[in-house]
């Protein structure tokens, strides 16, 4: 039995993690200061008897034992990281410093949980990991991508300087149940309106692309490059090589959800990359042939499934609340 710690553990992907490796007999500890994240997501694990939560910002340092952490925290949607972008670039790389400071104390092995915004608005398509990016340093999506950008500068010092055990995933676009229903992102947004039949928000022409990984196919990936020998630190991309427009995908959800939902343009945000699509090759021979297994069209059914329960409670606690 390893004892794992989590932060940014009651988020989205943070969540799946926690049930993930729970299940396969670990100890977990969950860190969240639940900027982004909710109880929620982690409540039915609370009864587990090798479960544990501890509320804590991690722009603060933290003494814990542990044979390994996965370093999810930090918003990530644009909506929430570019709500306090000072934080954001706290959070990244303060956290970063505080969590490698701790690894080095205790001797654990680290994950940062880096992203595919690493490559900015990317020139180079699908990008691979050697790829240096094209990123505005002074734009509103820099708080976010300048911040994970440090901190993979720092991983990479912290495993040369002083020999800490490192593994750095760059995510690509990942949806899935447990994603906030005021999240912000595109596939939280277009479901949500479809469900409600409100006009889904295109940004744009809704000719950009993006690639979309189910959440256990990442957590998948996770898990495989945590346990890849010591000398293979990444960074390796992790994400789906299925490419859309969001025109594209606002019409798919439409007609999975069999709403009348029609659609909405509104502006493009700045600096909002036009195409992203991974090169898996790295991941695919490093991680024992991993690559995503589930379709979107069952990806996006199971995500539909989870907000319109979630919906239906929340339309009920209403409903209890007037009465
Ligand atoms: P999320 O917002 O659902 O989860 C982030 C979690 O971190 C939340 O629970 C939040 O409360 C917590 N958090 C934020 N700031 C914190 C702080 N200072 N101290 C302690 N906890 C803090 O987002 P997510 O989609 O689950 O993303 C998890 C990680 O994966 C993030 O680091 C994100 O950058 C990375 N990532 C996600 C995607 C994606 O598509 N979901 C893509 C690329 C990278
Ligand atoms: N987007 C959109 N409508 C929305 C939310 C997002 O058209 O309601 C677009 C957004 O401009 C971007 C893409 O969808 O081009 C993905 O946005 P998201 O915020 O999910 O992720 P990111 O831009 O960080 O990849």
């Not at 544990?52 to 990530?76: G, K, Q, S, W, Y």
């Not at 469900?195 to 256990?216: A, N």
Request: with cysteine; proline share 5%.
């Amino acid at each position: 039995m390893k004892r794992i710690l989590i932060t940014g553990g009651a988020g989205f992907i943070g969540s799946h993690l926690c049930e993930r490796l729970l299940k396969e007999g670990n100890e977990v500890i969950c860190l969240d200061n639940y900027f982004t994240g909710s109880k929620e997501n982690i409540i039915h694990l609370l009864d587990h008897p090798y479960f544990e939560i501890i509320r804590h910002d991690i722009t603060a340092p933290i003494m814990i034992e542990v044979d390994e952490i996965f370093n999810l925290a930090c918003p990530a949607s644009p909506v929430h990281y570019q709500y306090n972008p000072i934080k954001t670039v706290k959070t990244s790389v303060m956290g970063a410093i505080n969590m490698l400071g701790l690894a080095k104390r205790i001797n654990a092995k680290v994950m940062q949980a880096s992203t595919s915004e690493v490559y900015g608005d990317p020139e180079i398509h699908p990008q691979p990991e050697k790829y240096w990016g094209n990123v505005n340093p002074i734009g509103p999506r820099s708080c976010y991508d300048e911040g994970k950008r440090c901190a993979e500068t720092l991983f990479m010092d912290y495993h040369h300087q002083n020999n800490v055990e490192i593994k750095i995933i760059r995510i690509f676009n990942t949806y899935g149940p447990k994603m906030d229903l005021n999240d912000g992102r595109v596939v939280s947004n277009f479901i949500v309106q479809a469900l409600l039949g409100k006009d889904l928000t295109i940004y744009g022409d809704g000719q950009q692309t993006r690639s979309f990984q189910y959440v256990d196919d990442l957590i998948e990936g996770m898990l495989r490059m945590m346990n890849t020998p010591k000398e293979f630190i990444g960074p390796v991309n992790l994400g789906n090589q299925n490419e859309f427009t969001m025109l594209e995908l606002a019409k798919y959800i439409i007609e999975l959800t069999g709403s009348t939902s029609g659609l909405i343009f509104k502006p493009l945000p700045k600096d909002d990359p036009k195409m992203r699509q991974p090169n898996t090759a790295l991941a695919k021979s490093m991680l024992n042939g991993w690559d995503c297994a589930v379709h979107l069209r069952e990806g996006l059914e199971k995500t539909i499934e989870y907000f319109d329960s979630t919906l239906r409670k929340k339309a009920a606690r209403k409903k209890v609340a007037r009465v």
